[in-house]
């Protein structure tokens, strides 16, 4: 039998990735669809795809019955701090578990990989606790922390695959010529991760960005509330909801995931697969 795929499953299987493809797009365009119509036609027995009327009215309203914009800068704030302190902790982490194998560090990894089944429920009360001993719930620091540690043990996962990718004997060339373990680090060893680091950071920062539920729990005050947590305000009671600035504000806040994972994609599957194959 012949290695190479036949036509005919060759095409099925392009058909399958458009029908994929389709099926993952549709929610985004309609959003896109449903921010840019008048209210006659959101009411409208007869949807269209395409507004025949559109309009900036559903943006203009979203600004003026909610703090976007406050609560944009509280997201950017969490999610900026987020990445920063995540890469900063898992950057040497990963490194030792890179450079020094043992069974301590495959125990380590195998937690890292375990712990991402953990469901939020599960995390949220006895994060609450610790959280309420610090006297940080309500606040953006505490979220912080959250974020944090839910976003380490993926950063770990990618950087220890960057790390591994950088061939050691470029840090035993560096130390034959006179150059300490610090001095490798920072001049051989951290430029090569750069790239790593960066899209790290964008994972750890589109992660915290999108998250809904801790914020939800942690944060009480609407001054210190997240943008996906303001955007539940556009529901009324018995799940009735102000659909056209809703769909605005919700397009708004989905612009800078897309824009930044459209970025960081590449480097996401490179970080998932650098070091898987020895050389």
Known sequence: MSLRTSRPVRAGQYLALLCYLVFLAFPFLWLISTAFKPAPEL???HPTWI???PTLDNFRQAFDEQPLLRAAANSLIAALSAGVIAVLIATPMAY???RHRSRLSTAATG???????FPFVLLIIPLFLVLKNLHLINTLWGLIMVYVVWALPFALWMLVGYVRAVPPELEEAAAVDGAGRLRTLVSVTAPLLA???VATALFAFITAWNEFFFALVLLKTPEKQTLP??????LGAEGASDLGPLAAAAFLATLP????FAVIQRRITGGMFAG???S
């Open 257 to 260: 995931s897309l824009v930044l």
């Open 51 to 53: 507004p025949e009327n």
């Open 111 to 117: 937690w890292v990989v375990v712990s991402q089944a």
């Open 43 to 45: 009411g409208s027995l």
């Open 276 to 278: 898987a194959v020895k």
């Open 195 to 197: 790239p790593g680091i």
């Open 229 to 234: 947590v303001v955007l539940t305000h556009f």
């Open 96 to 98: 030792v578990m890179a």
